[in-house]
């Protein structure tokens, strides 16, 4: 007979940074659910993105694949295997409810889902018109009376229940809350949460004009209204956990699922130059919260060792109880958090490009490797190195790479073993490739 599996619930917020959580120490009060979820189960705290933005980290976190091993990146899944293929395999219904276009069945991220819900307003989702799609959303939202592109967290709790009230066997949903990306305008009960200034609708419109206007050149004067309203837009997303978990209960499904919390990537402000999330490296925008609750068989605890969300995938197909899959590149979390076998020393993240104030530079490969203490930025073209002590400098400002060489050296061999594991990896699909096209043409 079978062993009892868990229902899996992951849950990802766009842009949620680890340090503004209560359970990370942060002294605003801005996630008393999450924290006391942590507090009841398995917190990570040096759990690291594989990216900085969105259709870099998603690869990383369903189908367990480094952003430089995507040779398609508008098609993900196809040449890869999503998480949800391989629960749906062993028996799992699957599910997943978002509102990010960047997620959208054009992307392939539908594979492997038995039910998909895009709760995002967007007029078009092919490439060439996606510029006009980010246009008319920002539109709407300037326009009174228009219609947020983004769903609310409540909105996707709503679709969440409705699926999770018919499924009568094992499931797994994905769901993923949209609130604290920009704009970050929270429903008007949560404005007064952190800032004493009274905010109309036409002040709120205002803020979110002057960031997209100074976005790489951030105005100091308004940071701090900025983060108020970031802060409520997570205080917010607190409160949809709850409700979410609150739902569960409600259902008799809580004691047999777990639920994962992440994030895809943080959130800047102003740190090193620009406003929101771009191509850059630093923690502000990939260290991220993981949160395992729930989890039967092992006792609250606290990981202060490096986690990465390329492990995401393998964990929750283990959770499952599926066998290993060959071509995840990350490993189950699992065997560390009940035996305490340790998996990683640091963790690696990507980017195609770098930000650097108002300049772009595309094609610019930039790869770091995070472990607890240090983190070693390796830029290409033109060649150059960061590295930060985050013991003593967490807010990475100084670059100590000319007085640590030594260790600098141990960080850059990673990174080689990292490339290489990468280079190798695209010569076999290459070949693959190959193959199955002299198949084809052989017929």
């Given at each position: 007979?079978?062993?009892?599996?868990?229902?899996?619930?992951?849950?990802?917020?766009?842009?949620?940074r680890a340090d503004h959580l209560g359970c990370f120490g942060y002294d605003r009060e801005t996630s008393p659910t999450v924290d006391l979820l942590a507090k009841n189960g398995v917190l990570f705290t040096q759990a690291a993105s594989v990216s900085s933005t969105t259709h870099l980290s998603f690869p990383a976190m369903l189908g367990s694949i480094y952003p430089l091993m995507c040779?398609?990146?508008?098609?993900?899944?196809?040449?890869a295997i999503s998480i949800a293929n391989v629960l749906r395999e062993t028996g799992y219904s699957t599910a997943a409810f978002h509102?990010?276009?960047?997620?959208?069945?054009?992307?392939?991220?539908h594979r492997g889902f038995d039910h998909f819900e895009d709760l995002?307003?967007?007029?078009?989702?092919?490439?060439?018109?996606?510029?006009?799609?980010?246009?008319?959303?920002?539109?709407?939202?300037?326009?009174?009376?228009?219609?947020?592109?983004?769903?609310?967290?409540?909105?996707?709790?709503?679709?969440?229940?409705?699926?999770?009230?018919?499924?009568?066997?094992?499931?797994?949903?994905?769901?993923?809350?949209?609130?604290?990306?920009?704009?970050?305008?929270?429903?008007?009960?949560?404005?007064?949460?952190?800032?004493?200034?009274?905010?109309?609708?036409?002040?709120?419109?205002?803020?979110?004009?002057?960031?997209?206007?100074?976005?790489?050149?951030?105005?100091?004067?308004?940071?701090?209204?900025?983060?108020?309203?970031?802060?409520?837009?997570?205080?917010?997303?607190?409160?949809?956990?709850?409700?979410?978990v609150e739902g569960l209960k409600d259902l008799d499904r809580l004691d047999n699922t777990v639920i994962l919390i992440t994030a895809d990537h943080g959130e800047e402000f102003g740190e090193h130059g620009n406003l929101t999330h771009h191509r850059k490296l630093y923690d502000e925008l990939i260290h991220v919260p993981l949160i395992i609750y729930n989890l039967k068989g092992c006792r609250s605890r606290v990981v202060e060792?490096?986690?990465?969300?390329?492990?995401?995938?393998?964990?929750?197909?283990?959770?499952?109880?599926?066998?290993?899959?060959?071509?995840?590149?990350?490993?189950s979390m699992l065997p560390y958090i009940?035996?305490?076998?340790?998996?990683?020393?640091?963790?690696?993240?990507e980017a195609d490009g770098l930000l650097k104030g108002k300049m772009l530079l595309e094609n610019t490969r930039v790869i770091a490797y995070r472990t607890q203490r240090w983190k070693l930025i390796q830029i290409e073209k033109p060649y150059s190195f960061e590295m930060y002590d985050l013991k003593n400098d967490p807010s990475e400002t100084r670059n100590v790479y000319e007085k640590n060489r030594n260790v600098a050296r141990d960080l850059q061999e990673r990174i080689e073993q990292h490339l290489e594991m990468i280079r190798t990896e695209l010569r076999s699909s290459e070949k693959e490739r190959i193959s199955k096209a002299l198949v084809k043409t052989r017929f």
């Amino acid at each position: 007979m079978r062993p009892e599996r868990p229902n899996i619930i992951l849950l990802t917020v766009d842009c949620l940074r680890a340090d503004h959580l209560g359970c990370f120490g942060y002294d605003r009060e801005t996630s008393p659910t999450v924290d006391l979820l942590a507090k009841n189960g398995v917190l990570f705290t040096q759990a690291a993105s594989v990216s900085s933005t969105t259709h870099l980290s998603f690869p990383a976190m369903l189908g367990s694949i480094y952003p430089l091993m995507c040779r398609n990146r508008n098609e993900v899944f196809s040449g890869a295997i999503s998480i949800a293929n391989v629960l749906r395999e062993t028996g799992y219904s699957t599910a997943a409810f978002h509102s990010n276009v960047r997620l959208s069945r054009r992307f392939g991220y539908h594979r492997g889902f038995d039910h998909f819900e895009d709760l995002a307003v967007y007029p078009h989702t092919d490439l060439v018109s996606r510029g006009l799609s980010k246009l008319m959303s920002k539109a709407k939202i300037l326009l009174r009376g228009g219609e947020n592109p983004k769903a609310s967290g409540e909105e996707i709790n709503e679709a969440v229940m409705e699926w999770v009230k018919k499924q009568n066997g094992d499931f797994f949903a994905w769901c993923h809350y949209m609130d604290a990306h920009v704009p970050y305008m929270p429903p008007a009960p949560y404005l007064s949460f952190f800032s004493d200034e009274k905010l109309s609708e036409r002040r709120l419109f205002r803020i979110y004009h002057n960031m997209l206007r100074t976005m790489n050149e951030p105005e100091t004067e308004e940071m701090g209204l900025i983060v108020d309203l970031y802060d409520a837009c997570v205080r917010y997303i607190d409160d949809c956990v709850k409700r979410l978990v609150e739902g569960l209960k409600d259902l008799d499904r809580l004691d047999n699922t777990v639920i994962l919390i992440t994030a895809d990537h943080g959130e800047e402000f102003g740190e090193h130059g620009n406003l929101t999330h771009h191509r850059k490296l630093y923690d502000e925008l990939i260290h991220v919260p993981l949160i395992i609750y729930n989890l039967k068989g092992c006792r609250s605890r606290v990981v202060e060792t490096p986690v990465s969300l390329i492990d995401l995938a393998p964990t929750l197909a283990d959770l499952a109880g599926a066998e290993r899959v060959q071509r995840f590149k990350g490993i189950s979390m699992l065997p560390y958090i009940r035996e305490g076998k340790r998996s990683r020393v640091g963790t690696i993240s990507e980017a195609d490009g770098l930000l650097k104030g108002k300049m772009l530079l595309e094609n610019t490969r930039v790869i770091a490797y995070r472990t607890q203490r240090w983190k070693l930025i390796q830029i290409e073209k033109p060649y150059s190195f960061e590295m930060y002590d985050l013991k003593n400098d967490p807010s990475e400002t100084r670059n100590v790479y000319e007085k640590n060489r030594n260790v600098a050296r141990d960080l850059q061999e990673r990174i080689e073993q990292h490339l290489e594991m990468i280079r190798t990896e695209l010569r076999s699909s290459e070949k693959e490739r190959i193959s199955k096209a002299l198949v084809k043409t052989r017929f």
